[in-house]
């Protein structure tokens, strides 16, 4: 079946460690979206990119960075993790930026910070 | 600016009875309209989309939601629900401006047997 994958499930890593959070998706979508979800909170969108034009929402800290290395694999990095960025990250998909079409969306990684 | 409300920080209804999430919304343009429900520890998955032509949607496990510009309203309805239902339920509209999905504060439903 196609869908979006998202490892790890469950990350731990402590307070200044760099963490990086993969998705792979098999449904040849030409946008990719990173979310963070605190604590049954609405996903917050931290960026996204179409094909590989990057865009970045205006209040992502600087702590959070992207890659999109090809169609299927999307990650995000953050470089010093503080005890604020624990939260759910979500990774979604849609075949294009129309506006009719939904996202799909990935399990999610939870990050702990210790 | 576009955005979507949604009213009910949770819905309690006992199993077999019918059930209703509700949303509003405020677009300036034509409306683009979706749900989606996650359940504990999991992502969010896709239930249903309005755009345009029929006011009434049906979508994944028995929910349908219905149209009306009105009242601008989209709320999410089940005939009879289950218990299996109980999970948060988030609202969405879509940007006119920058595409993106713009979701509302989410409604958590609990079913109870």
């Known amino acids: 079946d196609a869908m979006v994958i998202q490892n790890p499930r469950y990350q731990v890593t402590q307070f200044g460690k760099p963490v990086t959070l993969s998705c792979s998706q098999t449904l040849n979508h030409n946008v990719m979206y990173w979310y963070q979800q605190k604590s049954s909170q609405a996903p917050k969108l931290l960026f996204h990119?179409?094909?590989?034009?990057?865009?970045n929402e205006a209040d992502t800290p600087d702590n959070f960075q992207s890659r999109r290395p090809n169609t299927s694999f999307c990650f995000l990095d953050i470089r010093s993790p503080g005890l604020g960025d624990a939260a759910m990250y979500l990774c979604?998909?849609?075949?294009?930026?129309?506006?009719?079409?939904?996202?799909?969306f990935g399990p999610g990684t939870r990050l702990t910070v210790l | 600016a576009q955005s979507v409300a949604q009213p009910e920080d949770q819905v309690n209804v006992a199993e077999g009875n019918p059930l209703t999430v509700k949303c509003t919304y405020s677009v300036s343009g034509n409306p683009y309209l979706f749900w989606y429900v996650q359940y504990p520890n999991r992502g969010l998955q896709f239930l249903l989309k309005?755009?345009?032509?029929?006011?009434l949607v049906k979508g994944s496990y028995g929910f349908e939601a219905e149209f009306n510009k009105s009242q601008t309203s989209f709320h999410l309805k089940k005939p009879s629900a289950l218990v299996s239902d109980s999970a948060l339920y988030f609202c969405a509209v879509r940007d006119d401006n920058t595409d993106k999905l713009i979701f509302g504060t989410g409604t958590r439903l609990q079913v109870f047997p």
């Open positions: 990119y179409y094909d590989k034009d990057f865009n």
């Open positions: 979604a998909t849609s075949r294009d930026g129309r506006r009719g079409n939904e996202q799909f």
């Open positions: 309005y755009i345009t032509g029929d006011n």
